[in-house]
């Protein structure tokens, strides 16, 4: 879920990443500590009868958890990952030989400038993320890529560094398992700015470009995919960062209730 800090990066950074360098974002520390350490993640029913589009999606991604197979330890492997609707999370695992097989590199700014394969994004999803962008800078809002795809093993990679600097318990609140990682699906990529320093942090929510964010992703088939307030049923904190593609349909109907992924499916972690 989460991507490699930006605490210490800027546009300027330069030098070749390594995987021991992963970090959390600034606003997992505890509120005590002050160190500089790199860190790094129901439709609404139409009056008439007949089905809108967000409808039939809202259908089809629930009869494909039909599929789903239930593990010994009583979390879930999802059935169909290719869904552009399709919903991880810490009780919903992707298989762990899951890659997407239309990874490409959306054409937006990125805080790096190596080649890397968190650039990379599902085709649907990179091409509208260009156009999110492209509509913020037009609206006078500069937006930074962080980070998108990530593999089963990096996101392993990624935890496991985590769990031996932060402790298991405080990991399990920003950093996703392997297998139970948005970015896998290639669906998800993270976003900063100048504001907050390149950063991934809670703060970004209260800059123009998180308020920009809040009120437009949906327009573009984004939605802003761990809510504030919502810990109890995403299983993270807060990300105003964190942006999963699912359609511009749906992505309407998910901001305009003002719920959660798991919500507007019906996925809540009791059920799971």
Not at 21 to 27: F, G, L, M, T, Y
Not at 31 to 39: M, R
Not at 42 to 71: C, I, R
Not at 153 to 168: L, P
Request: glycine share 6%; charged share 35%.
């Amino acid at each position: 879920m989460l991507c490699i800090s930006l605490t210490a990066c800027s546009l300027a950074s330069s030098g070749n990443e390594q995987e021991s360098e992963e970090d959390v974002p600034a606003s997992s520390q505890k509120e005590s500590e002050q160190n500089d350490a790199d860190k790094e993640g129901q439709s609404s029913s139409p009056e008439e009868t007949e089905q809108t589009p967000a409808d039939e999606e809202k259908d089809t991604a629930s009869e494909k958890t039909e599929k789903d197979k239930v593990l010994d330890d009583g979390t879930v492997e999802v059935g169909e990952p290719e869904s552009l609707q399709v919903v991880v999370n810490k009780r919903r695992k992707l298989p762990e030989d899951y890659t997407p097989e239309d990874l490409t590199v959306p054409n937006v700014p990125f805080y790096f400038t190596e080649d890397h394969p968190k650039k990379q994004l599902r085709k649907e999803a990179a091409r509208a993320l260009e156009k999110l962008f492209d509509a913020a800078e037009q609206d006078g809002i500069d937006l930074v890529a962080a980070s998108g795809y990530r593999s089963y093993d990096r996101q392993k990679r990624i935890y496991e560094r985590n769990v031996e600097v932060y402790g298991k318990e405080e990991t399990d609140t920003f950093s996703a398992q392997p297998g139970t990682s948005e970015h896998q699906t290639g669906l998800a990529m993270d976003v900063t700015s100048a504001q907050v320093a390149f950063k991934l942090e809670q703060s970004f929510g209260e800059t123009n470009e998180g308020e920009w964010l809040a009120d437009h992703a949906h327009e573009h088939g984004f939605i802003i995919r761990y809510r504030e307030g919502a810990k109890e049923i995403t299983g993270y904190m807060y990300e105003p960062w964190h942006l999963r593609y699912v359609g511009k349909d749906i992505s309407t109907d998910v901001h305009e209730q003002a719920v959660t992924l798991e919500e507007f499916f019906g996925l809540y972690p009791s059920d799971e």
